[in-house]
């Protein structure tokens, strides 16, 4: 296997590619060990897409790892004008939910789940949140209480939430990789963020971390 | 311009976005001066993307990038180049040359499962990812509820499944299809070819 250094000292031949193009031109070209190089920025992005859909650490993995050997596979039918990250997010998106769908009487349903995603939704707590506590995101009970929102969203709004507000995608990217419209975009993220406010703010609002209100199987309102 | 609490929560994440238009942001902004109730809803909103924007919350399990560059290894086929590899390419170009010269003859074709599939017209992009079953007859996008034998599934590019005689789903294929030739009739016709009696 070739170290990234060797791997980017190689590309230094202009034309007018990215090194990111010319990588995937020459795994498509049979250079087979150059793939993992290929897709390592993006073992990240993939295995949370996996995550946001499987709600699960071991079958995440596993289905990010299926989903990059059926990339390597198809490498060949990968087109420069998409996005290689949107390409690899689309197909591990595509193996997750398979999953998700073979392994459906095994999956607690989402216990927040709006079928009427055009109504509009109505948030149902007021509890004023202004500051986050400091170094949150590191403290691992509010991590825990944070994913467990998150999983009890429809999966629907967590697909669109993970992949714009986790990963950062843009509103088009996101639609491109879910093969949904820019329209269902916007209106899923809306929910999935009043969703999660309704969920978290009254407890990471206030004393949050003596009286968290939402509880697995049970709703806060 | 006055806005409603409802039409508030409404665009509260465009809001956030910064993709509303400036007489419906002033308008916003007038709102929370008076309501607190939005306030909450807004900061709330706002706390929410920036705490599951760390990216400390969602990492990757220790171990990951070392299991998975272990199986890619040890599940990525040969690579060319090598004397099988060779072999492997001349037998290939025999079969093609071969290919070549039955395809002019009918009977070689490969028959299309269904009657609706239009390799040449299905505006389906070649490189999208599409599930389909083996005795299926249309290829649809990952989670359609139309698919009738998810036991069975095999995901593959749009292009193959269309080469393998397959035809997109008139539920989950519509918006590609809709820009097609294809006739209302037949997307009616096709349409009847699927499975409808199961769901999720």
Same mark, same amino acid.
């Given at each position: 296997m070739l170290s990234g250094t060797m791997v980017n000292s190689s590309l230094q031949n202009p034309g007018g590619? *990215? &090194?990111?193009?010319?990588? #995937?031109?020459?795994?498509?070209?049979?250079?087979?060990?150059?793939f993992y190089e290929l897709v390592r920025p993006y073992e990240r992005r993939v295995y949370t897409a996996a995550f946001a859909i499987l709600r699960n650490e071991a079958d995440a993995e596993d289905a990010a790892q299926e989903a990059l050997l059926k990339a390597f596979k198809h490498i060949r039918q990968f087109r420069a004008e998409a996005r290689f990250s949107t390409w690899l997010i689309q197909i591990?998106?595509?193996?997750?939910?398979?999953?998700?769908?073979?392994?459906? *009487?095994?999956? #607690?349903? &989402? #216990?927040?789940?709006? &079928?009427?995603?055009?109504?509009n939704y109505t &948030?149902?707590?007021?509890?004023d949140w202004r500051e986050i506590p400091s170094e949150t995101a590191e403290r691992n009970e509010i991590r825990e209480k944070l994913l467990e929102a998150l999983a009890s969203l429809g999966e629907k709004y967590r697909e669109v939430f993970v992949l714009r507000d986790v990963q950062h995608l843009s509103i088009d990217e996101t639609a491109k990789a879910l093969d949904i419209t820019t329209a269902s975009v916007k209106t899923r993220l809306l929910r999935a963020r009043l969703m999660l406010r309704d969920l978290l703010a009254p407890g990471l609002g206030g004393s949050w971390s003596s009286r968290l209100s939402f509880v697995k199987g049970k709703k806060p309102w | 311009m006055v806005v409603t609490c409802e039409e508030v929560w409404r665009e509260i994440s465009n809001y956030i976005e910064e993709e509303v238009d400036p007489a419906l942001r002033a308008a916003m902004e007038e709102h929370f001066r008076d309501c607190k109730h939005c306030t909450a809803v807004l900061d709330g909103t706002r706390n929410v993307i920036q705490l599951y924007g760390d990216e400390r919350l969602l990492e990757v399990p220790v171990g990951f990038s070392g299991r998975l560059r272990r199986r890619l290894e040890q599940e990525m086929p040969a690579p060319r180049g090598n004397a099988w590899g060779w072999m492997v390419a001349v037998a290939a170009a025999a079969l093609i040359t071969i290919g070549g010269v039955a395809r002019r003859s009918s009977a070689f074709n490969t028959p299309l499962r269904s009657e609706h599939a239009k390799p040449a017209v299905v505006p389906v992009p070649a490189d999208m990812m599409v599930v389909v079953t083996d005795d299926g007859k249309t290829f649809h996008a990952a989670g359609c509820r139309f698919i009738h034998d998810k036991a069975h599934l095999r995901t593959i590019a749009a292009g193959e499944a269309i080469r393998e005689g397959y035809a997109p789903c008139m539920r989950c294929m519509r918006k590609y299809l809709e820009l097609s030739s294809l006739s209302p009739m037949q997307l009616e016709d096709a349409d009847d070819s699927e499975n409808h009696g199961s769901g999720y």
């Amino acid at each position: 296997m070739l170290s990234g250094t060797m791997v980017n000292s190689s590309l230094q031949n202009p034309g007018g590619a *990215s &090194p990111e193009q010319q990588l #995937i031109r020459r795994v498509q070209d049979g250079e087979r060990e150059l793939f993992y190089e290929l897709v390592r920025p993006y073992e990240r992005r993939v295995y949370t897409a996996a995550f946001a859909i499987l709600r699960n650490e071991a079958d995440a993995e596993d289905a990010a790892q299926e989903a990059l050997l059926k990339a390597f596979k198809h490498i060949r039918q990968f087109r420069a004008e998409a996005r290689f990250s949107t390409w690899l997010i689309q197909i591990t998106v595509n193996e997750a939910r398979m999953r998700l769908r073979r392994d459906r *009487s095994a999956v #607690i349903e &989402p #216990i927040v789940d709006h &079928p009427d995603e055009e109504g509009n939704y109505t &948030p149902r707590d007021f509890a004023d949140w202004r500051e986050i506590p400091s170094e949150t995101a590191e403290r691992n009970e509010i991590r825990e209480k944070l994913l467990e929102a998150l999983a009890s969203l429809g999966e629907k709004y967590r697909e669109v939430f993970v992949l714009r507000d986790v990963q950062h995608l843009s509103i088009d990217e996101t639609a491109k990789a879910l093969d949904i419209t820019t329209a269902s975009v916007k209106t899923r993220l809306l929910r999935a963020r009043l969703m999660l406010r309704d969920l978290l703010a009254p407890g990471l609002g206030g004393s949050w971390s003596s009286r968290l209100s939402f509880v697995k199987g049970k709703k806060p309102w | 311009m006055v806005v409603t609490c409802e039409e508030v929560w409404r665009e509260i994440s465009n809001y956030i976005e910064e993709e509303v238009d400036p007489a419906l942001r002033a308008a916003m902004e007038e709102h929370f001066r008076d309501c607190k109730h939005c306030t909450a809803v807004l900061d709330g909103t706002r706390n929410v993307i920036q705490l599951y924007g760390d990216e400390r919350l969602l990492e990757v399990p220790v171990g990951f990038s070392g299991r998975l560059r272990r199986r890619l290894e040890q599940e990525m086929p040969a690579p060319r180049g090598n004397a099988w590899g060779w072999m492997v390419a001349v037998a290939a170009a025999a079969l093609i040359t071969i290919g070549g010269v039955a395809r002019r003859s009918s009977a070689f074709n490969t028959p299309l499962r269904s009657e609706h599939a239009k390799p040449a017209v299905v505006p389906v992009p070649a490189d999208m990812m599409v599930v389909v079953t083996d005795d299926g007859k249309t290829f649809h996008a990952a989670g359609c509820r139309f698919i009738h034998d998810k036991a069975h599934l095999r995901t593959i590019a749009a292009g193959e499944a269309i080469r393998e005689g397959y035809a997109p789903c008139m539920r989950c294929m519509r918006k590609y299809l809709e820009l097609s030739s294809l006739s209302p009739m037949q997307l009616e016709d096709a349409d009847d070819s699927e499975n409808h009696g199961s769901g999720y």
